[in-house]
């Protein structure tokens, strides 16, 4: 499984966009890149998902360069709500239900007022 | 109905005890996992289920023990765990749908006297 590697810890002020970068070199062809949020003492939660290029939903972006060796989840006019800790996967995603899925270490994001 | 239930939120044992942790989903999912978490560290894969048979296993002790009784309940089986299990155990359930992405329980708090 492809190795995560993402800042400890990010701090950030409301309203400004925050950029995580999750490099991944060692990125297998069938991998996906996931990017989940976790609140203190609750379950991670699915923000987004993407193989390439760019994708975009009502939360976040995630831009992924054509290499693939790392990508960047983008969080515009983040508020209060939004401090978490955020995890990037890498592994099998679309077609494999019971494949594995390991977390990195995690960025702290702290939004302050 | 997108949610992972566990049960109970809170677990306080001895040493000889045994105890059992509970999850249950009804989204269809076929593949379930448990993760460990402790303080300030991502989760760490325990488990993984798929279509009721235990796939992976990511070298656990045996005082912890899986089951998974049918495509909606996972349990974990805990007999003489040590202070150091405690933690906060996650469990996931991942199915088909667009993404293939986990839904986390709100885990339950385990803490070993």
């Known amino acids: 499984l492809a190795k995560t590697t993402q800042p400890i810890s990010m701090d950030s002020y409301e309203g400004q966009e925050v950029n995580i970068t999750c490099s991944h070199n060692n990125i297998a062809t069938n991998d996906y890149i996931t990017w989940y949020q976790q609140f203190p003492s609750q379950g991670p939660r699915f923000i987004i998902q993407?193989?390439?290029t760019k994708v975009t939903n009502e939360v976040a972006s995630l831009f992924i360069p054509a290499d693939r060796k790392s990508s960047t989840l983008s969080l515009p006019r983040v508020s209060l709500s939004d401090t978490a800790v955020y995890y990037c996967l890498v592994g099998e995603g679309v077609g494999n239900q019971g494949g594995k899925l390991i977390f990195g270490q995690g960025t702290e994001l702290s939004v302050k007022p | 109905d997108t949610e992972v239930t566990q049960t109970p939120k809170h677990l306080v044992m001895g040493m000889t005890n045994k105890k059992s942790l509970k999850c249950e989903q009804h989204m269809g999912h076929r593949a379930m996992y448990w993760y460990k978490q402790k303080a300030k560290k991502p989760p760490e894969l325990m488990f993984v289920?798929?279509?009721?048979?235990?796939?992976i296993n990511e070298s656990v002790p045996s005082r912890f023990s899986p089951e998974c009784p049918n495509s909606s309940l996972l349990n974990l089986h805990l007999h003489a765990l040590q202070p150091e299990d405690s933690a906060l155990y996650l469990c996931?359930?991942?199915?088909?749908?667009?993404?293939?992405?986990?839904?986390f329980g709100p885990g339950t708090r385990l803490t070993v006297l």
């Open positions: 289920y798929s279509y009721e048979k235990l796939s």
């Open positions: 993407g193989y390439k």
């Open positions: 996931a359930s991942r199915g088909s749908g667009a993404y293939n992405e986990q839904f």
